[in-house]
């Protein structure tokens, strides 16, 4: 089991930055291949990043590519995502998950492939 809890959610004006983090409980944070995911109301969940196990292999969603970067810290079992140049279109509530059975230097972006679901992070984006 691993628990996930998000936070750094909150609300900024476009052009502005966030930096969201989940930090993880439980097993070795480091045998997971770990994604951000977010949905906005009315929409489905839609993928945003995702970061192999060792951190080596990246991910992105082609509407946050450039803006948006992913990283990890083992050693804390925390997770990032750090948010520049937002848009109103961002505004979602934001979700950090944990795939157990990926290979090594996977980074999944399907949500059916991630073991485990935070609770998520609100992230307001004004005009």
């Known amino acids: 089991q691993v628990h996930l809890v998000e936070s750094g959610g909150g609300l900024v004006q476009a052009g502005g930055s966030l930096r969201l983090s989940c930090a993880a409980s439980?097993?070795?944070?480091?045998?997971?291949?770990m994604g951000w995911f977010r949905q906005a109301p009315g929409k489905e969940r839609e993928f945003v990043a995702a970061?192999?196990?060792?951190?080596?292999?990246?991910a992105y969603a082609d509407s946050v590519k450039g803006r948006f970067t992913i990283s990890r810290d083992n050693a804390k079992k925390t997770l990032y995502l750090q948010m520049n140049s937002l848009k109103p279109e961002d505004t979602a509530r934001y979700y950090c998950?944990?795939?157990?059975?990926?290979?090594?230097?996977?980074?999944?972006?399907?949500?059916?492939?991630?073991?485990?679901w935070g609770q998520g992070t609100q992230v307001t984006v004004s005009s």
């Open positions: 970061l192999s196990r060792p951190g080596t292999n990246a």
């Open positions: 439980g097993r070795t944070f480091s045998s997971y291949a």
């Open positions: 998950a944990a795939d157990v059975v990926t290979h090594y230097y996977g980074a999944s972006d399907v949500a059916g492939e991630y073991d485990y």
